[in-house]
Every structure is written in C-alpha cells, then in structure tokens.
C-alpha cells in the first residue's frame, strides 16, 4: 500500500529558497584582517543568485563542475548556494594538496569553470595550462592586478573578475528542483597511496545530512548560533555547516585565510561566537595563544573537535581552564562527514564520563555501522571485539566517482580504513587505520595500543609498532624504538613491560632501535616507510 | 551526474533495529494507577519481536492494516515498533470517536487484526459485529474476565489474549526494509462535517519526522529526556515521540488511562519527566490541580503545546510561576503531525519574545507554506495579508486513503483549511479555520479577530460572529452577542468600539442578541448552528 504522502524531493534548491528568505537576517561576516565584511543569508542568496546567472552566461548547463579553490569567506558561500540550487555539481577543490593531485582532481571531475581566490592564484595559476576541461577562471577578491598574466593563461580559457561578472543581474534565480539523488556537489579524499578518489554528495544527502547536524545527538547547531566554521570549506563540505546555517538560520563566521592562532583569537573576541569547529591542532594552537596573551572566548558554547583523535588534554584544558565543553566527533569526506558524535549517555559520571566524551563518539540512526575482522566475519559490537568499521547509511558514499577502487567497498557497505570497537550502546572506539594494523593467525593486534604503552615506559621517547611479513602467522608486530638519552632499558624489559598490558601473543616479534621515528609530511609517524626499510633489510632488528 | 551516495531507504524496520539495540536501556514506564510498569526499549524490542511473529501467525501478510485501540502504553509502544518493521500498516484508531466514525474507519481502513486495551472493551465490543474485516481481536492486560462475552464475537472472529499470544515466541525478527514510500502506519482525522479522512505516513516520512522532533528548531528532543508523552498515541502518532526515542533514545513516561489531573501531576513528581507534550485543556488542568495539591514539577525543562492555540495566561502561568518554558507548536493529523514551532527568533526581546512564542511559529525548512487569499491568489508574507495556509513537503499528505475529498489538495499542496498570516521570517499566525471565515467581496474578515474584540467590551459575557450570505458582497459577518446580567450596551454602542479597532467594512451587519452561543459537544461556538439558525429565520437579528 503506498502512503499518502506528498512525493517532495529533498533539494538543495528549496533549503535556497527556504534559508534565504525565513533566515535571510542570519549574519555572515568574513575576516579580512581588518574590518570585518558584513552579510547576510538574504544578502548571499540574492547575489547566488547572480553567479548563476553569470554561470549560465558561461555555459554552464545540466549537471557540469563548477570548482572553487578558496577560503572560507562568503563569496565561497554563494557557490555552496547557487551552484547546487542551480543544477550543476560544485566541486570544492582542496587547495592545500599537492599540485600533481590538484591537477588530478581538476581533471579527473572535468570541472568546467574554477573560481578562485585572488589570494590563491600563486597557487592555481601555475596549473591552468595542465586543467583540461577548465574554460573560465573567475577571480573573487584581491587588487585591480590580482589577475593571473595574460601569458599564463592557455588559449581557450576567459578569466573574469567575480564582482564584475556578478554586477548587473538579476537578484532572482528560479532554483530548479532536481532530482533528488542526482549529484549536488563533490570533494575528492586523498589516501597515502593511489589516486584521490571522488565523492559525489546528492540533493538527498546534503538535506539529510543538514538535518543530523542540527539534531540534539549531532552537532545540535541551533537557530541562535553563531558558528565559527574553522573546518575548511573546501575539505568534507566544512563539515555540514553551511547548510545547515540555512536550515536553521545560525550565523556564520568565516575565517577565510586568517587560520593562525592570533586572528582566530581575535575573531572569537570580536564575533563572539556561540560554536565553533576545527581539527585538533587549531584548538592546540588557540589555546597556547590565549596563555600568552588572553581573550574572551565565554560566548563559546561549544567547540567541535574532529578529523583526527582529540587529546583528552586538549579537550580536559579547554573545559577546565576556559569552561568550554568539547564535543568529539568522528567522520571522512566519505560520510559527508558527520558519522558519530559523542555525547556522552545520561547518567554517565566522572572518569566514565570522560571515556565516552574521548570515544569517536555514538552513531546515530542513519550511519549503520558494523565490524569486520581479520577474518573477514562479523566482530561483535561487545566494546572488546576489534574489527575493521563499515558503515551504511543515506549520506554515506557507496562508491567513488567514476568507479574507482571498487575494493573500498563491501556489499554496499563503505570500508572505512578505520579499525576499532564498537559498544552495545553504539560508541565507536577507533584504535588503528587498518592499514597499519597488524594481521596476525586471523587476530588483529593494535600498533596503536602498543605504542601507546612503550610510550609509557619512562625510558621510551618515542615508539612505532609496525606489521613485518611472518611466514606462519601472516604478519608479526616490529617495535622502532628512541630511547631518552642515557636510558638504558633492553628490549626484553620493554616487553616484559609491555606484557603487563597486552596478551602475550601481541607482544612484538621484532624489536629495533633508532634514532628517530621517521614522520610523514604532517607530522604522523611514516609506517610505510619503516616497513619499507625493513623489507629493503636497513632496519638492524633483532628477534626476541 | 548521479550522486556516488549509498540507496539507503528510510524505513522503520532500520529505526527499531537501531534504537531497540543502541538505545536499549532507555526506560519505558507505563502508568497504572499503583506501582508503574518498567521496561526498556530493548525489551519492547524484543516483545516487539514475539509480537510480529504472532501476527505472522494469524495470517497479517504484505500491507495489511493492524489496527490499535489502545490508550499510551507499553503494548500501544510495541505494535509502533512491530507493526511497520514487518511491512503491515498500523492504524491507530481514535478511540474517542462516535461509534459510527470508528465503524466506518475500521472498515474504511480493512483492518484484519485489534489490538484492545481491556479497558476499552465496552467501547469496542458492541461495535465488532459491524467490523466487517477485522478477523483477529487481542485483549491486551485486564483480569481473567476481561474477553468480550462470546455471543458478543462474530462468527468467523478470534479473541486472543496478548500476553498468551506472545508467550514463548522468538525474540527476534528478521526486519524487512521496506520501500520507503509504502505506508508505514495511518490515522485518520475526522472533521465536523462528512466522513473521517485516512492519513497513510510513509516509512520516508516518519523518519524524516523523527529527525525533526530531535532537531533544534523542531522539539528538540534530547537523548537524556525523559519525556512524558500525554498527547495520545491514537491520534497523529503521538506527535513524534515514541520514533523519535527509537531515534536519539530518550526514555518514555506512558500515563495509560490516567489522564486526570491529579495522577498527572503525581507522573511528574515520581518520574521526573525533562518534557512532556498535551494539548492545552490537559496542561489547565494541570495547574489548577497544582495550585489545590502542590508537587515538584521543577524537572521539566520544557512543555510542548499544541493540538490547539495555547492560552496566553496560561503560557505566562507555567513560565512565571512554575519556571517552565512552554513551546507552542502547530500541526496536524495530515503534517505528521509536527508543522510549525514556536521558537523566538535570535534577539527577540520582552512582548515581542512572547508574540513570537504566541504565534503558531516558525515553520521549518522542510514544511513550505503558502498563503492563498480569497481570490485565489497568493497572499505576500508579510506579515499582514491573511490567506488560507497550504503547505508541501516530505511528511505533508497529498491525498487521503483511497481518494477521499480530492478537494483539500492543490496543485500538489495540502488545503489546511487555517487561516492566518506568515510573516517574512517564516513564522504563522492562525486567526480562523477558513469555514467559518467571512468571505466578504473578495477581502476575508477573521471571525474569530471580531469575536476577541467584542469579548473585550465589559458587557459582553460571550460573542460569536458568523458568516451570512449577502447579495452584493457575498457573505457579511453577523454578531451573536450574550450580554452580561444586568449589562445595558445596545448594539451601536457595540459596533463604535469594535470599529476602535477593526476597518469599517469588517464591522458585522447584522446584531442578535442570544441567551447563550450554542456550542459544540467540545465546548467550541457551533457556528454552524448559528447559520443554519439564521438561514431558518429562527435568530432574531436587526441590520445595522
């Protein structure tokens, strides 16, 4: 029996129409380093709609790529706005990879137009003649000769300046309703190996995804909000803000590219704002920079903390010393991102408490999530049972655009690369990526527990644990490890101690000693690396 | 381009998988008069379970309805949860209703199998031999003598007692996934005039529902509330609230029959409830029940308010006096029934704040409304111009079952048949239904605006303004006043200080004065009687 039910599709076109007009008053202010620009949701949607007249001037039809390479500021608003509302894909370019994958990305989604801002065109400017499908740049911002040279820019391609291409048209679009499943927008995730891999978000996925970031057991932003939204725009859709802002009518504060501790202090004083939300390492940095020289953040609410583990004494300092809580939450460009958030349970108390705030946080209804072990069978969700994540739900990516690397996904079920455990109540505990991860007779052993305790030791400054190939039992666990200076502890003392915490068959196999861990490009232990050098036998190891 | 998001339907077998497992331990109590009832949503999960099993068994395949007619409790609880997750049709059955309307809806509906409460037996046995579909009555608690006496069961019709049926059947159960615009559950809504109309909610809307009960514009429920769900469970699925706790796993209070003020008030005391829903006579009598015999009511943050305009006086009553917040909401069996809710916008201060919390309230991004004037043409949002309100989305009904009153739709939106104003931020104002309106030469003249104005003047007890037919205009308003003992005011007098405050042409022609307004068997003015009244020369009225 079908329902009765009205058959409405969920698009970005009406949140436009809708966020625009009921919450045309909420505030949009970008940094500059100086005086704050002013806006408005009505102000932005007014001249979206101008850039999309300007787009179908430019030829942009049907489902084509538009690509920004930009900052958080408002004219990258008016793109998540006009772009999506309009029919064609945005497809938010990140503009921090490296130029090889840009390229990449750029051509690999066919984008046909880029907009840019001036104060990125050092970056992009070098790549155009490489950007194969690219016919119009368009630059927001900047001076008079904030252009790219004439002789840098390939035969084929116009550039213009936003402003200019915006003045003069008319402030009404009529938003077309698309289907809903059909793309709305683009990001592509960049692994450490292969190539970066595209994930199309639909009308669909933004809505329902809109919706969860408002909901109390999300981000539960709300209408009064004045939301800092730190996470880039162009990385996992700034993590779900802008659209919600036009759900719910919360202001937005966008820093553009004032990222550094000091503007950001500045701007918490000045915008007061009542949440705010970036990696770990932002919040690191914001609050060495208050220590120095302290502002008021009291109108923070709340901080969001996502995109890598937060320190529980990042999260312990921020609530004790500046009362601010801290929400932890867990999510990739593959789950559009928001996947749990860890609101701690009711009744939850004290050291329990903050175990759950510390988790990657609860899953919510419509992110599915199951384990799956070494074995390839179901690990229980009993909290204890340590298996790869999967997850399934309606903003969760099902494949990558184009039908690249089918192997990340599992009858329909996302493969995450995250390994961890999952409670009966539904807390995820993320322990390792699953390819670092040691595969041992069927059981998987942690390198991440096992640093965690080397580390403990006080002779031990530093410790990675990496899995080196094992006839018998497939893979054994490597432990690389700086001594403090003048510490004397032997391995067989580090393992002894390491056996107090582990079972004894994920006690390392291997054991090495250097002088330094080496570390990736951002500053993550390079695992690939030390397994490389064992392979290649530059690792001097010995067996225990 | 499509999306590279996962097809991952919407469906209320994934919503008890999920909140039946993650949010298990959250409490279900069931009010009885003595010691409450205790379960969780695990073990209404796993009943849940037994219970599908045993409708298997009596034959309930495919989309067959399972009709309820119950009171808010834990088995009311349990056929939510089994009913839709295994692809049959719940249908609520207003248990108030005339005989007549329930007969006609049960066979309208086709229910196959009852779900009684005992307590409503001499309700629903008289009626069972004119229910020409039903094959299978379950008597639900009660003592041993708690059957409908069998001469009184149709041949051909069982009776089943609940917790026999359900004994010794498994836990589990094997959750279809449904399409997600099949129907899920129904209600009918049952105006003054003609038949009851069927209400078909789509596994698609109830979770998109869900999502807004828990959102921050919507009610927003909380995973640690603990919420007291008085409004009933047989009329327009309780607002929300037993899928939303599947949703973020809030606890539920269920007062059962107890719907009296005192046992009310001794539920908030004992349980503790965070929020509680009721229409508005519920939450009076509430207070006049705490003004004569005090409890501590001091745990909840907040009562929601709809199924009717909320009383100003009693909104200031709760907040000033007992410290609660009230949230006036607006909605409708046809919307889910969750429409508008009245949260103040950012910055709304002192009488501006409580007209803001006053109106019907803000409708959210997934809830259009539209206003569409007596002409036929839409009516700006300005808060001014007044037009009958039709709305359209996701959880909005496009039709009623089978075809019923193809008249209430419009070009695809649901004819609410309110009357009001929207204001350009989104919030309603509801001044009339639109059959009582007065359609005057294409200008609406709010009865019900007529009617507080006259009740202002100190010598009148009670006034009630109708529509008459006019030849020139088309319809004029007529004023029946009931004057205060004693009172003296004639109808010029009456007429100067109405136009005090409304336009000339709004002022009534015709004057009756009446011993008492007839009302309706809910203590509405029965305008209807009035004009009939009228168009039968039985009311003295003078032009004026």
């Not at 793109?79 to 064609?88: E, K, W």
């Not at 009529?174 to 809903?180: G, L, Q, S």
Request: a negative charge; proline letters at 8%.
């Amino acid at each position: 029996m079908r329902s009765t039910m009205q058959d409405v599709p969920l698009s970005v076109a009406d949140l436009v129409r809708y966020g625009t007009a009921v919450h045309g008053a909420a505030s949009v202010v970008t940094w500059t380093g100086g005086e704050p620009r002013r806006s408005s949701l009505a102000e932005v949607g007014r001249r979206a709609a101008r850039l999309a007249h300007a787009l179908r001037e430019l030829g942009v039809t049907g489902d084509q790529r538009v690509a920004t390479f930009q900052w958080n500021n408002q004219e990258h608003l008016e793109s998540y706005l006009a772009v999506p509302a309009m029919g064609a894909v945005l497809h938010t370019l990140n503009i921090r990879l490296h130029p090889d994958q840009i390229r990449y990305i750029a051509n690999h989604a066919e984008d046909h137009v880029v907009i840019v801002d001036a104060s990125l065109l050092p970056v992009l400017t070098p790549l155009l003649p490489d950007l194969k499908t690219v016919r119009h740049v368009v630059v927001a911002g900047g001076g008079p000769d904030d252009l790219p040279a004439p002789q840098a820019v390939p035969d084929g391609v116009q550039v213009h300046r936003y402003d200019e291409l915006l003045a003069g048209r008319p402030e009404e679009f009529d938003w077309p309703v698309a289907d809903e499943r059909d793309a709305a927008a683009m990001c592509y995730t960049s692994g450490t190996t292969g190539d970066p891999r595209g994930v199309a978000y639909s009308h669909r996925s933004i809505w329902l995804h809109s919706m969860q970031v408002c909901m109390s057991d999300g981000l539960e932003v709300r209408p009064e909000d004045r939301v800092l939204a730190v996470v880039p725009m162009f990385h996992a859709m700034s993590w779900g803000l802008p659209y919600a802002a036009l759900m719910v009518g919360c202001s937005l504060v966008l820093p553009d590219r004032f990222l550094q501790p000091g503007p950001l202090a500045d701007m918490v004083a000045a915008e007061r704002p009542t949440l705010a939300a970036a990696v770990p390492t932002v919040w690191q940095g914001l609050v060495r920079e208050l220590e120095t020289a302290p502002r008021d953040v009291s109108t923070l609410r709340r901080v969001v903390i996502g995109g890598a583990a937060c320190p529980p004494a990042l999260m312990r300092l921020f609530e004790e010393r500046y009362g601010i809580p801290v929400l932890h939450a867990w999510g990739m460009t593959e789950t559009s991102p928001l996947g749990s958030v860890a609101h701690p349970p009711a009744g939850a108390e004290g050291e329990r408490r903050w175990s759950y705030r510390l988790s990657q946080g609860r899953l919510p209804a419509s992110v599915r999530g199951r384990l799956v072990g070494a074995d390839g069978h179901p690990v229980p969700h009993d909290g204890r049972g340590v298996g790869e994540l999967e997850v399934r739900g309606p903003w969760v990516t099902g494949s990558y655009h184009r039908g690249a690397d089918p192997d990340r996904f599992h009858d329909g079920w996302l493969r995450t690369g995250d390994v961890g455990t999952l409670t009966p109540d539904g807390y995820l505990r993320l322990t390792d990526r699953s390819k670092d991860v040691i595969k041992s007779g069927g059981e998987w052993i942690s390198s991440v527990e096992l640093e965690g305790h080397l580390m403990a030791h006080p002779d031990v400054r530093e410790a990675a644990v990496v899995a080196v190939p094992d006839e018998k039992w497939g893979e054994r666990p490597l432990a690389a490890v700086v001594l403090e200076p003048g510490a004397a502890a032997g391995f067989a003392e580090l393992r002894d101690f390491l056996a107090e915490h582990v079972a004894r068959w994920q006690l390392p196999d291997w054991w090495s000693l250097v002088a330094e861990v080496p570390k990736t490009s951002v500053g993550k232990f390079d695992k690939k690396l030390i397994r490389q050098q064992h392979a290649a036998g530059e690792l001097a190891a010995v067996r225990l």
